[in-house]
């Protein structure tokens, strides 16, 4: 970025000598904003290699999901809606399979050999990774959409071709592919757009469309013009999402993540105790075996 005006950021590439807009390009807007690069002392943090890692993690999470929604027949486990169904059905497994090992095997005699490992810590840790599925759910699926509409001196069946002045209304689609109902809001995010019904609640494996009214520019020309949702978990009365959106867009996914996760967490407390970790069996029973049994 190299300034900002009132119409929007001025940028430039750095090897070029001359600015975006100097080539007739819009200045950008913050809904075209995708992330801002971490600085510390006005210098950009690079990680070596860290695309590569993520993308061979985000290719492995995606074969597991198809390889599961495959052999159980279901679309639903697909998606960042389908990784917060995983990460609820495990970490309820592991709960379960914890308190029934530890049940099964509460009075064998054996020697306990203590571990450094706070059983907090273990079920903070799944609370987590439910958080961050149900998180990912809500932000991935959202985020803005750009309509590009060519202001013209003709009509034209192209719905994004519109005459000087005037406007056209286009459907933006609304998908739940989840098994949870979700509440989403499409919001202007430029000039030029109008939302009717910003707010829609659809329920589980539901479709609508919310009507997007593109307003064309008073002079011809190519012209950009945004949207933006967000969307959330039905987890909470839709009154209360109400509210929270309106005091901030991230204000329900907090509410609803802390709706999950501390629940989550003192279940794991009460099944597996405060205690450290101890292993009960000479054998060296599996790793679920050990994290699942009663600490005192």
């Given at each position: 970025?190299?300034?900002?005006?009132?119409?929007?950021?001025?940028?430039?590439?750095?090897?070029?000598?001359?600015?975006?807009?100097?080539?007739?390009?819009?200045?950008?807007?913050?809904?075209?904003?995708?992330?801002?690069?971490?600085?510390?002392?006005?210098?950009?943090?690079?990680?070596?290699?860290?695309?590569?890692?993520?993308?061979?993690?985000?290719?492995?999470?995606?074969?597991?999901?198809?390889?599961?929604?495959?052999?159980?027949?279901?679309?639903?486990?697909?998606?960042?809606?389908?990784?917060?169904?995983?990460?609820?059905?495990?970490?309820?497994?592991?709960?379960?399979?914890?308190?029934?090992?530890?049940?099964?095997?509460?009075?064998?005699?054996?020697?306990?050999?203590?571990?450094?490992?706070?059983?907090?810590?273990?079920?903070?840790?799944?609370?987590?990774?439910?958080?961050?599925?149900?998180?990912?759910?809500?932000?991935?699926?959202?985020?803005?959409?750009?309509?590009?509409?060519?202001?013209?001196?003709?009509?034209?069946?192209?719905?994004?071709?519109?005459?000087?002045?005037?406007?056209?209304?286009?459907?933006?689609?609304?998908?739940?592919?989840?098994?949870?109902?979700?509440?989403?809001?499409?919001?202007?995010?430029?000039?030029?757009?109008?939302?009717?019904?910003?707010?829609?609640?659809?329920?589980?494996?539901?479709?609508?469309?919310?009507?997007?009214?593109?307003?064309?520019?008073?002079?011809t020309g190519y012209y950009r013009r945004y949207v933006v949702e967000h969307r959330y978990l039905a987890?909470?009365?839709?009154?209360?999402?109400?509210?929270?959106?309106?005091?901030?867009?991230?204000?329900?996914?907090?509410?609803?993540?802390?709706?999950?996760?501390?629940?989550?967490?003192?279940?794991?407390?009460?099944?597996?105790?405060?205690?450290?970790?101890?292993?009960?069996?000479?054998?060296?029973?599996?790793?679920?075996?050990?994290?699942?049994?009663?600490?005192?």
């Amino acid at each position: 970025m190299v300034r900002e005006t009132d119409r929007g950021y001025i940028t430039k590439g750095d090897a070029n000598p001359f600015t975006d807009q100097d080539g007739k390009e819009p200045p950008v807007k913050d809904a075209q904003i995708v992330a801002e690069a971490l600085q510390i002392n006005g210098n950009v943090v690079v990680i070596p290699y860290l695309g590569t890692a993520i993308m061979a993690l985000s290719d492995t999470v995606t074969t597991v999901q198809q390889t599961i929604a495959t052999t159980l027949g279901t679309r639903s486990l697909l998606g960042t809606n389908g990784l917060a169904y995983l990460f609820f059905s495990a970490t309820a497994l592991f709960y379960a399979h914890g308190w029934w090992t530890g049940d099964k095997r509460r009075t064998t005699r054996s020697r306990k050999r203590e571990t450094n490992l706070d059983a907090r810590y273990v079920a903070a840790g799944f609370a987590l990774l439910l958080v961050a599925g149900a998180t990912a759910a809500m932000v991935v699926p959202a985020g803005t959409h750009e309509y590009g509409v060519v202001s013209a001196e003709f009509e034209s069946e192209q719905p994004t071709v519109i005459p000087v002045g005037q406007s056209n209304d286009v459907e933006y689609p609304l998908v739940n592919s989840g098994v949870l109902p979700v509440v989403s809001y499409v919001e202007p995010a430029s000039d030029g757009v109008e939302v009717a019904e910003s707010r829609r609640v659809l329920p589980a494996g539901g479709q609508a469309a919310a009507t997007v009214t593109l307003h064309a520019a008073e002079q011809t020309g190519y012209y950009r013009r945004y949207v933006v949702e967000h969307r959330y978990l039905a987890l909470l009365p839709v009154g209360v999402i109400d509210a929270l959106y309106e005091m901030h867009p991230w204000a329900p996914i907090v509410a609803i993540d802390v709706l999950l996760g501390v629940p989550f967490y003192l279940l794991g407390v009460a099944l597996l105790g405060t205690g450290r970790i101890r292993d009960r069996s000479r054998d060296g029973p599996s790793l679920l075996g050990r994290l699942g049994r009663r600490f005192r």
